[in-house]
Structure formats: structure tokens, C-alpha cells
């Protein structure tokens, strides 16, 4: 039996579409968030958020204890009057949340921004890690 006598309504490329609809939108959909990437720099997390196009004047943002927020627009340049053939590049606004694995002390964050790339340093708050002192005497006998 043929394959295209299944669905005789829908022709090869069409079920092609249909297909790769899913990862469309989720392409669309992590095109319009900034990426980021966050790591442990010593006692600090350091985020780094890459905006590019946009200008630090339009950024904003807003730091607690265990969450970070960041939201932005980038705006469309005039640069030319013509028509544009193709454009991946991100217009308009923006917000990106994340949950920090540790507590952060929000009044000792700072952050730069240069060509593009957002860099918070977020310091530990203080209490936020501890060695434990192990309890009990001795040792297990095991040698």
C-alpha cells in the first residue's frame, strides 16, 4: 500500500510542516529570552546575560534572595529605509527570571555591561554556607 494513499489530503511537504511546527514555536519562543549562563565564582554567582543590540539605559533589573529578573527592549535601528529580505535579529521587549540555587545578597550585587553582555556579580549572603562540625567521639573502629 502506498504511503500517500493514507492521507490522500495531505501531500509530502505539508505533512513536513505539520512536523516541524513544534520546533518552530520553540525555536520562536527561546529566540524572544536572552540566554544566560550562570556560575560559582568563589563565594559570588556570576550571571551573564547576552543582550546584544540593546543599550544599558534600556535594561532593568531587579534581584531578591533566591531570584533574579531581568527585562529589557531592544529597539529597531533606522539604518535603512529599504526593504529587509531576511532578519533573525531580536526586536522589542524582553524578560528573563531565574531561580538562583543559593541565597544572594542583593544590596552587595553589581553589574556591567559591555558589547552586549549583561554581567551580574551576585555575592552569597552571609550565612548562606557553613562547614558542620561533625557530632560524636571517636572513630568507627574500622582501621
Known amino acids: 500500500m502506498e504511503q500517500d494513499s493514507l492521507m490522500p489530503w495531505l501531500n509530502r511537504e505539508e505533512m513536513l510542516r505539520l512536523m516541524a511546527w513544534p520546533q518552530r514555536l520553540l525555536s520562536q519562543a527561546m529566540h524572544e529570552m536572552p540566554t544566560l549562563e550562570l556560575v560559582e565564582d568563589g563565594d559570588d554567582l556570576v550571571v551573564r546575560v547576552e543582550v546584544p543590540g540593546a543599550e544599558a539605559d534600556d535594561l532593568d533589573i531587579d534581584v ?13 535601528d533606522d539604518r535603512g529605509s529599504g526593504a529587509v529580505y531576511h532578519s533573525e535579529r531580536r526586536y522589542g521587549r524582553f524578560q528573563r527570571s531565574v531561580s538562583l540555587p543559593v541565597a544572594v545578597d542583593p544590596d552587595r550585587a553589581t553589574a556591567q555591561f559591555q558589547q552586549g553582555l549583561l554581567e551580574l556579580r551576585l555575592p552569597r549572603q552571609e550565612g548562606a554556607r557553613r562547614k558542620l562540625k561533625i557530632q560524636g567521639s571517636g572513630t568507627s573502629g574500622k582501621h
Do not use: A, N, Y
Open 64 to 76: 531578591s534572595t533566591h531570584t533574579l529578573t531581568v527585562r529589557g527592549e531592544i529597539r529597531q
